[in-house]
Each structure stands twice: as structure tokens, then as C-alpha cells.
């Protein structure tokens, strides 16, 4: 079965954003170049290193853990040193005059290494490499945005029920809040029985949401996708198929529309996506090199897992 991500430089992946550095300016706009560690982990040190709040940092987005990663990043310029350690560099590119976020991202590019193809892979990739060339792919949320579904701490059905009491067993059950300063804070009080819900960060919840919006929205597609298509594909996923069209023609509405509780507005995320620039190398019978570019909040995993996995429907 195909192999990916077996050597961190078989993944590599570069933001490219949709404002230019200035000479001048109130933050300074950083390259942070990082392996083996997650983007939150990262800040979090830097945030130690350069004694600056991790709140003051500005960012576009998260990128995985095991993979070779540029993304940019704003420090408030009095607090600026470059960085080098075992698992990241920061360097200075430039100043801004505001800090960076994510609606400062204009697209990510990548260059992936997938090794092991086996035979029915490799048919699947020479029948769909020219459909995601002239036409896209289903633009579903990655499995990354999931990891509190999956691991059982997802809470957003609890707080909207008003069991906030369980809202909190799941927060100290998700291992990867143990670093957040506010983790004590949750912790001690629940051991007093002391329910706030405020002292749950904005920032968590939100998060929270977005997972229940990805989910929405890969159900809706997906059944627009399978009612609409005659020709598709499918992969298994917690929520039932994902299906991708095998055809070469828009039969769905280009945007799926969606009410953000959290900010109290709708929302509107691309149907199918065409990665820009999109090419491949074969390094040897079994191995492939792709290279192509996503706008924002597209997931390459999706776009590897259609090219590879998805099950032909017959």
C-alpha cells in the first residue's frame, strides 16, 4: 500500500501569502522552517524564547507534525531575535503593520513523495491524475481537522446540550492541552466542582466548532456528490462515504453554504478544487513525486487519497 510521509522531506509544504513584507512596520514578519513538532508546539517555545505571549503571535495556520514545513509568522518587532533549534528555524523576512492571519494566506504549496504504489494504486492515479488536472476533487475536510472527534474529545454536542460538567472531562481528557497555561485552571476547578464555562478559552470553542462544521459539510457534499453523479469513487470515513466524481463536468453548486453559530454568520467553502500547477515524476516503478499548489483550507491528504484510495463505485 502506498507509503507517505515515511522520511519527513517526503512531505514538504510552503504558504505562500496573499500580502508582500514591507521596509517598515510594527511587527516583523517571520519564516518559521520546522520538522518533527507541531505549529502550536513550535510557538509555544518561541513563545518562551523570545518571552513574548503566544497571543502576540500571528500566524495563517497549523502544520503537521511529521513533515518539512515554511510557514510565516509576526512577532511585535521589539520582541524579535531569530531562532535556531533541533526541530525549527525562525527567520526574518520583513515587517508588516499588522499581525498575520489566516485570511492573510493565499495558497499552499507542496511537494509529496509516495512510495510502495501497488498495482491497483498506480491504475488509479493514470485514471485520475487527468481529472484532477482539467477538473478537481471534492473539496472535503482532511482527517487532521477530526483529531478531537476521533480521540473522543470532541465536546460541541455537550455544550449545546448544557452538560458542561462533561464539556470538561473532555477537555482534561484531550492530551494535547496539557501545555496550555489555562489547562491548570480547568483542571482545579473542576476538581472544586466550580462548572464556568468562561474559563474556557473563546479560541477552544471556536476550534471546536469548526470541527462541527467540517463535518457538516462533508456530509452535505458528499450526498450531493452520490445523488449527482453517475460515474464516482468512494472512500470510508467515522461519518459514512466520501464520494468523488469520475467525471469531468460540475453537476453540484460550486459553493455549499453554512451557518457559523460561533460568529453568528454563514459561511460559503469551494464544492471541488483544481490544484494549480499540478505535476508528477515517477522516481522509480514504485514511486511517485507530485507537485502542486492548493488555495487555502484545501487538504492535500484528500487530494492524495482520491489519486490513490477512493474505491471505484460500480
Avoid at 177 to 202: D, F, Q, R, T, V
Avoid at 231 to 246: C, E, N, R, T, W
Wanted: glycine share 4%.
Amino acid at each position: 500500500m502506498a507509503n507517505i510521509k515515511r522520511k519527513y522531506s517526503d512531505f514538504i509544504v510552503k504558504e505562500k501569502l496573499s500580502i508582500k513584507p514591507e521596509k517598515k512596520g510594527k511587527y516583523v514578519l517571520a519564516l518559521l522552517k520546522k520538522q518533527g513538532t507541531n505549529t502550536l508546539d513550535a510557538l509555544e517555545d518561541i513563545s518562551k524564547k523570545l518571552k513574548v505571549s503566544i497571543d502576540k503571535i500571528g500566524r495563517c495556520g497549523l502544520k503537521d507534525k511529521n513533515a518539512i514545513t515554511y510557514q510565516y509568522i509576526t512577532i511585535p518587532k521589539d520582541k524579535y531575535k531569530d531562532i535556531k533549534t533541533k526541530n525549527y528555524a525562525l527567520r526574518f523576512i520583513g515587517y508588516l503593520n499588522k499581525s498575520l492571519s489566516p485570511k492573510d494566506l493565499k495558497s499552499n504549496y507542496f511537494e509529496i513523495i509516495v512510495r510502495n504504489l501497488n498495482s491497483q494504486e498506480k491504475r488509479n492515479f493514470e485514471e485520475r491524475k487527468n481529472i484532477v488536472l482539467n477538473f478537481g476533487f471534492a473539496n472535503y475536510y482532511g482527517k487532521q481537522r477530526f483529531l478531537a472527534y476521533k480521540e473522543k474529545t470532541f465536546f460541541i454536542p455537550d455544550l449545546e446540550k448544557g452538560d458542561i460538567k462533561k464539556v470538561f472531562e473532555k477537555i482534561l481528557n484531550n492530551r494535547k492541552l496539557k501545555i496550555k497555561k489555562w489547562y491548570c485552571k480547568i483542571l482545579e476547578a473542576y476538581k472544586k466542582e466550580n462548572l464556568n464555562i468562561n474559563l474556557i478559552p473563546k479560541s477552544e470553542i471556536e476550534m471546536q466548532y469548526s470541527i462541527l462544521y467540517a463535518l457538516e459539510f462533508n456530509k452535505k457534499l458528499s450526498k450531493l456528490i452520490k445523488e449527482n453523479y453517475l460515474k464516482k469513487a468512494y472512500l470510508h470515513s467515522k461519518i459514512g462515504k466520501l464520494y468523488f466524481p469520475l467525471e469531468e463536468k460540475l453537476k453540484i453548486p460550486a459553493f455549499l453554504e453554512l451557518y457559523d453559530n460561533f460568529h453568528k454568520k454563514y459561511f460559503k467553502r469551494q464544492t471541488i478544487v483544481k490544484p494549480e500547477n499540478f505535476k508528477y515524476t515517477y522516481l522509480d516503478e514504485n514511486t511517485l513525486k507530485l507537485y502542486f499548489e492548493l488555495p487555502k483550507g484545501a487538504y492535500a491528504t484528500t487530494l492524495l487519497s482520491f489519486l490513490f484510495h477512493a474505491v471505484k463505485e460500480k
